[in-house]
C-alpha cells in the first residue's frame, strides 16, 4: 500500500525532505512508558521490533539517529548497541544541550534533525530542531507544540511510522 502524503503540509514536506538526524526519547516513544520490576529484573523494558527494522531502513538511507533519555537504563543502552546506534544518552538532564552537542560533533544543523517526544521535558528542545513529532498518546502540552502527532502511540512502532514517512518521502523526489 503506498503511503498517502495527502495529510502532509507542502512546508511539513520540504522540512522532511531535509532530515538528516532523528534524536528521540526513549520512554514512551520506542516503550509504552511502563516499567516493569521484578525480584530478578529491574526496570524491564520492551522495546517494538518494528522499530528495530526502522533503524536498520533509516541508516540505509543515510539518516542519522540517536537516543536521548532523562532516565538511566541499562535496557535502553543494550537496545542501542544492538541496533547499531551509537549517539546513546541516559541520565540527560539537558536535552537541549545534548542535541547541540550531538549536531556539532556529526556535522548536523538544526534544519536537519528531527525530534521525537512524548512529554513536556522533551519540549525544551524545540529551538533546536527542524521538526518536532510526538507519538498519539503524547502529553496534551506537546500534542499542542508538535508538528506532526503520529498514529502510533508510543512503544508500538513510533520510529517505524516516521521511518515510512521519511523513507517514501525522499523516494518521491
Known amino acids: 500500500m503506498e ?3 495527502m495529510f502532509l503540509r507542502r512546508t511539513l514536506r520540504k522540512k522532511l525532505i531535509k532530515i538528516k538526524l532523528i534524536v528521540t526519547d526513549v520512554d514512551g516513544v520506542l516503550t509504552n512508558g511502563s516499567i516493569g520490576y ?3 529484573i529491574n526496570g524491564l523494558k520492551l522495546f ?3 522499530d ?3 533503524v536498520k531502513l533509516l541508516q540505509s538511507n543515510d539518516i542519522n539517529l540517536a537516543f536521548i533519555s532523562g532516565g538511566e537504563s541499562d535496557a535502553t543502552s543494550a537496545r542501542a548497541k544492538s541496533l547499531c546506534i551509537k549517539e546513546c544518552h541516559t541520565n ?6 545534548k ?3 550531538i549536531q556539532k560533533r556529526l556535522g548536523f544543523s ?3 534533525t528531527l525530534y521525537i517526544g512524548d512529554d513536556v521535558n522533551d519540549l525544551e528542545v524545540l529551538p533546536y530542531v527542524s521538526l518536532f513529532v510526538a507519538p498519539n498518546d503524547c502529553n496534551y502540552k506537546v500534542k499542542i507544540k508538535a508538528d506532526l502527532k503520529l498514529r502510533s502511540k ?8 516516521i521511518c515510512d514517512i521519511l523513507i517514501n518521502l525522499k523516494n518521491r523526489n
Do not use: H, Q, T
Open 110 to 112: 538544526p534544519e536537519s
Open 154 to 161: 508510543g512503544g508500538e512502532g513510533v520510529l517505524r511510522e
Open 38 to 40: 521484578s525480584d530478578k
Open 48 to 50: 517494538n521490533v518494528k
Open 92 to 97: 540527560i538532564e539537558d536535552k537541549g544541550l
Open 52 to 54: 528495530g527494522l526502522a
Open 99 to 101: 542535541i547541540i552537542e
Open 3 to 5: 503511503f498517502k502524503f
